[in-house]
């Protein structure tokens, strides 16, 4: 079993930044891939960003130039550094882990308004 936490979320306005953490405990040896998924009021839950055990990411093209994965191996965390938000990247961020996608953390409220 893995367990994930996310952390940083918040209120920002336009133009502004956020960092969201995600530290994973448990069967620390299953939790690559790592992913971030976002779901906003009324919509499905879509891919963000996702980072391999090689250190490969990649991220949807909505957030691309403006979003960064990254991670801690030492403290088994996964970062998102978010910059020059919209408020169209209002959502709940949820992180992911697992070859198959099986571990969620509970979430964590982004809201980007002025």
């Known amino acids: 079993q893995v367990q994930l936490v996310e952390s940083g979320g918040g209120l920002v306005q336009p133009g502004g930044s956020l960092r969201l953490s995600c530290a994973a405990s448990?069967?620390?040896?299953?939790?690559?891939?790592m992913r971030w998924y976002r779901q906003a009021p009324g919509k499905q839950r879509e891919f963000v960003a996702v980072?391999?055990?090689?250190?490969?990411?990649n991220l949807a093209d909505s957030v691309k130039g403006r979003f960064t994965i990254s991670r801690d191996n030492a403290k088994n965390t996964v970062f998102l550094q978010m910059n020059s938000l919209k408020p169209e990247d209002t959502a709940v961020y949820y992180c992911?882990?697992?070859?198959?996608?099986?571990?969620w953390g509970q979430g964590t409220q982004v809201t980007v308004s002025s």
């Open positions: 992911n882990a697992g070859l198959a996608g099986d571990y």
């Open positions: 448990g069967s620390i040896n299953s939790i690559y891939p």
């Open positions: 980072i391999t055990s090689g250190g490969m990411t």
